[in-house]
């Protein structure tokens, strides 16, 4: 597939790869046209909210978890009284 942008796009484009944040031009547009499917598709569009929220945790720092985090977990779900 072949696509002909306006040269004001086309600038556009290269200022972004440019910039570093995309390797190549088609790595530009494509996200420029899954952004444009997910205004079509509010599933995409949970999708999408949802890494956002996730992602800036899943990138921090992290430590590991021992059987006595989970033990604590245990404890303090059976302390909790049970809704009715």
Do not use: C, W
């Amino acid at each position: 597939m072949q696509v002909t942008l306006t040269g004001d796009l086309e600038s556009f484009v290269v200022q972004k790869v440019r910039a570093g944040g995309y390797a190549s031009p088609g790595e530009v547009v494509r996200e420029a046209l899954r952004d444009f499917r997910a205004k079509d598709d509010p599933a995409e569009m949970d999708s999408q909210e949802l890494a956002e929220l996730l992602l800036p945790a899943v990138r921090g720092p992290h430590r590991p978890l021992t059987a006595k985090h989970f033990d604590e977990l245990r404890s303090r779900a059976r302390r909790k009284p049970a809704r009715s």
